[in-house]
């Protein structure tokens, strides 16, 4: 049986928030990705708008995190909700 993966996504009041963060996360030469923040973790937030992290860079961007003090609501870890065989017809 495959073991569940898990992603990380840092969340964000606003849309500049995470502009700003994904800009010291390249800096820091750590991996993010902009996302829509799945429904499931949004709750009351507005910004749609999220990073995506893999698990081996959580360490690096708490790291970051703590040294640079960049501002973000919270990281939330949420199982795969990456489908690799979605729309796949062949």
């Known amino acids: 049986m495959e ?3 898990i992603n990380y996504y ?3 009041e606003d849309y500049t928030q995470g502009l700003l963060m994904q800009e010291l996360l390249r800096g820091e030469q750590i991996k993010s990705r ?3 923040t799945p429904h499931a973790i949004q709750g009351s937030l507005g910004c749609g708008m999220s ?3 893999q698990p ?3 360490a690096a961007v ?3 995190i703590a040294c ?3 501002e973000y609501y919270d990281i939330v870890p949420l199982p795969c909700q990456i489908q690799p065989n979605r ?3 062949c």
């Open 51 to 53: 990073l995506l992290i």
């Open 62 to 64: 708490k790291r970051c």
């Open 34 to 36: 902009i996302a829509p």
């Open 68 to 70: 640079k003090k960049p």
């Open 87 to 89: 729309n796949k017809f």
């Open 10 to 12: 840092i969340l964000f």
């Open 56 to 58: 081996e860079d959580l």
């Open 3 to 5: 073991e569940e993966r």
